[in-house]
Each structure stands twice: as structure tokens, then as C-alpha cells.
């Protein structure tokens, strides 16, 4: 074994060790904002066609390097001009013409699945900058406003009309199916059948502006009974917390003028620019998953939040006291 | 001094010039192209017409049938187009793939040969085109 066949091998050994990270980075493929965990039909589909493509690309690639060893390792020598022509006709026409052929079939067979008409609820959701508006219409008609996080009922198909305040954003929940643009003054149509209950993270998937990678949601796939208590509970009127310091918080939140821009149903606060704000507490995340739901997060949130959300168009409330600042989190955490 | 530049059999066919178009055949190439652009042109706004404002007026299935049958013309020309290319290319009579002399009968050939490559890929390019057609029958 010559020194120079030793080093190769050497290289080729610590390259292989290399291969051993791979399992640790595919673990990032798991995970409740992952497009290979399918939490539905939809996710199924996709996560097969993804296989289907990843498989093909594999055997393709290890083909193509296969003819390159053979043509320049095993058989240098120049081919005959009859060879030349079929390897032209054959691998260079033929081959592909049906290969892609076959994969833009099977593509389009699976759009129809994936377009289905819904059966479940009508939820429009109107992306902001940086949250999302999300509106439940009711069987009667009415409409339950809230924000920043989606509830589906397992086993039925949800649908989503999908819409824009100012620029592009683009409405992804990866783990139960495709993503679809959203335009301001157009509004598109997609339809989701989750299955298999959890909680979810969708994410906006169209460029939207300087918090665009903070603008986030949780979608919750609930046993369709449960999805019927909660929604009734969406519908009614904040109850707010009876703590002396909540309290407080609450005359804070109406005297500090949160109510110009967010909503508290059944209290004078009525506003429409900011989100809903009812029951704000019993939410998985807070400000479209940029924070968690405790009391100090909505007090980090309420002190600053542009140090969470660059741009965000709330202003910061640092000429509070840290204790009414506390207040109002306590208020906004007990909003339940 | 033409015989030192290479060293390439005389042309089979070299006192034969009764082809000699290739300003016509410069133009002729370019059809089977022009066709598959009007086809994907044709299929595309009529489909999406259809399904944003007239899916009322007719079953998708009419709409359907029409394209396919416009189609199915389309590829029959395009066919036709690129056999003659490949008559005019004569690969199987004087056994030349390249054509590389400068002379008028060499140009034909080549316009030939490339108006037959232009003519398949139209044709794969026609039939791509009309899968959706074929495969979803809705407009959703």
C-alpha cells in the first residue's frame, strides 16, 4: 500500500465519520412544523410525492455518476457513432420525454385530492403585518373574531379564505398541507383536512417585511366536539380575571387607550387595527408565536415590543411602572 | 486545395442542387414552434377565462373536448412539419448528421435537421401541454 493509497483511505474513513452526523441533522425533519409529519391527508400527499421525488432523484443521480465513472474509468475509448446515436436517442430523449412525462401525471392526479371542496368550517384569515386575523362563521352566520392561532376539527375539511391587508403574505401550516398567497383586496381559497389532532405551527411562507420571520401561528386539530366547545367559548364575552392587580390592569388597559386598537368584547375596548384581544390567555402563543403565555411575556411584550417584533406598529408602554406594567400582564394572561 | 482543408468523402448528392430554398426553409423551421406556442397560448386563456367567469355558460367537459380535438390537429401538423424536415435533413440517404460544408445543399440539410429537432420538442412540448387537459376535469 503505497502512502498515497493510505492517505486517500484516511480521507475516505473521515468522510465516512461524517456520515454519522446525518442522522442527528435529519432529526430537524421531525417536529410539529415539519412537512414530512403529516397531520392529515393533505400532508400525506405531499409527503409521498416528496419521497417519490426524493427516491427518483437518488437512483437518478447514482445513475448518472455511474456513467460517468464507466465513460471515463472503465471504458475511455471513444464509442462508435451507431452507440453514440442511440445513447443520444435514448438517454437524452427518450428517458426524460417519459420521466417527466410520468411525474407531471402523477403530479396533476394528485390536485384534485388536494383541492377538494370543504366540509367543515369557513375560516377567513387576513394577514397583517406582522399577525393573523382569523375570522370563524358561524352556522347562524355570525362571525367570532380572534388571532394568531387556528383551531380545526379533525376529520373534516376546513375551509380558508385567505386574504391581505397591505402586502403579500403567504398562509403554511407545513405538518397538514400546502401553503397558499395571500393578496391584499384578492381573496384565495385553500382547503385543509387535518386528522390527527395536536398542535401545529404555521408560518407566513411570503416575504412580507422586516418581522416576516416572526410571523407565526399555532394550529390546533381538535376532536370536532371539542373544536364546538371552544368555538362557543371564542364566541362569548371576555371574563375577566377577578385578582385585585388584574383588576388594576383592566382600568390600565382602557385609561392607557388599548382599546383604540384591540378588542375585549364586553368592555369598552373595541378596536379593530390590533388584534382581538378576548381571550387572549387561553392562547398556545403570544404576538403570532413570537412569545410564550406567561404573565412575564406579556409584560415583556407590552414594555417593548418592537425588541420582539422590529417594526411591529404597537408602540412600546416603557413610561409605565414595572408594576403597572404587571398589572396589565396580569389582566391580559387571566383574559381566558 | 478544398481536399487538404479536409479530409471528408465528396458529397454523395454534391451535383445535386435542385434544393437549394434555404431562405424558405430558414421561415419553415420556425412552425412547428409557432404552433406549439399558439396551442399553450389557445389552452391557457381559454381554460382560465372559462373557469374565472363562464363556467355557467358550458360543461367543462365541451371545453375539454374542443382543445383536445384542437390538439389533436396541432400535433398532426406538427408531424407533418417534422417528417418533411426530416426528409429535407436526407440523414438516411447521404448518411451525414452535421452537414458542416458552407455549400447551399449542406445549408438545406442542416435547416432540415434542426426544423426536425424543433418539430419533436414542439411535439413533447404540445402533448406536456394538454396532460392537465386530459388528467383534471375541473376547474378547482
Partial sequence: MTRNTRARHVRFLRSGWLLLLVPFLLAGCDGRQSVLVDGGADARILTDLFWVMLTGAVVLWIGMNGLFYWATRRSPAPHSQRMANWLVILGGILFPTLTLGALLVYGLTLMPDLRATGDGPVIRVTGEQWWWRVDYTRDDGSIVTTANEIRLPAGVRSTFLLDSKKVIHSFWVPSLGGKMDMFPGRVTEMTLGPERPGIYRGQCAEFCGESHAWMAFEAEVMAPEAFEAWLDAEAAPAVAPTSAEAGRGAALFLSQGCGACHAVRGTPATGRVGPDLTHVGSRHSLAAGRLGTSVEDFAKWVANPGAWKPGAEMPAYDHLTDAQIGAIAAYLEGLE | ?140
Fill in chain 2, 1 to 140: 486545395m478544398r481536399d487538404s482543408d479536409h479530409d471528408r468523402q465528396p458529397h454523395p448528392r454534391g451535383d445535386a442542387h435542385e434544393f437549394a430554398e434555404e431562405r424558405e426553409s430558414l421561415w419553415r423551421i420556425t412552425l412547428a414552434p409557432t404552433i406549439w406556442a399558439f396551442h399553450f397560448v389557445i389552452s391557457y386563456a381559454a381554460v382560465s377565462v372559462y373557469c374565472f367567469r363562464y363556467d355557467h355558460l358550458a360543461a367543462m367537459g365541451t371545453l375539454r373536448a374542443a382543445l383536445i380535438a384542437m390538439t389533436a390537429l396541432m400535433l398532426a401538423a406538427i408531424a407533418w412539419i417534422g417528417w418533411r424536415a426530416f426528409q429535407r435533413w436526407d440523414v438516411r440517404g447521404t448518411g451525414e448528421f452535421s452537414n458542416p460544408e458552407g455549400n447551399a445543399e449542406d445549408r438545406h440539410q442542416f435547416l432540415g435537421h434542426a426544423g426536425f429537432l424543433l418539430a419533436l420538442i414542439s411535439f413533447i412540448g404540445v402533448v406536456y401541454d394538454t396532460l392537465p387537459l386530459i388528467v383534471l376535469a375541473s376547474c378547482r
